[in-house]
């Protein structure tokens, strides 16, 4: 599970399930309903999306 309020952007699995999601990071705010869950807040958005956790990843600081 990835802690709350880690920054995540979709894995190469994720892309693949959810293309609508693709070039998007956003934060988790929690757990899911079901075991493996997570809740994101994607960036721009005021909902939080439910996604299995294989289909994100922490996202990595771009340098400066």
């Not at 699995?13 to 956003?26: I, S, Y």
């Not at 757990?31 to 922490?58: C, K, M, Q």
Request: glycine content about 10%; some cysteine.
């Amino acid at each position: 599970q990835l802690p709350h309020s880690t920054r995540v952007r979709l894995t190469a699995l994720g892309t693949a399930r959810c293309p609508n999601l693709v070039g998007r990071e956003g934060v988790v705010v929690g757990s899911g309903r079901n075991p493996g869950t997570v809740r994101i807040l994607f960036d721009g958005s005021r909902t939080a999306v439910s996604l299995h956790s294989t289909y994100v990843e922490a996202a990595t600081a771009a340098p400066r």
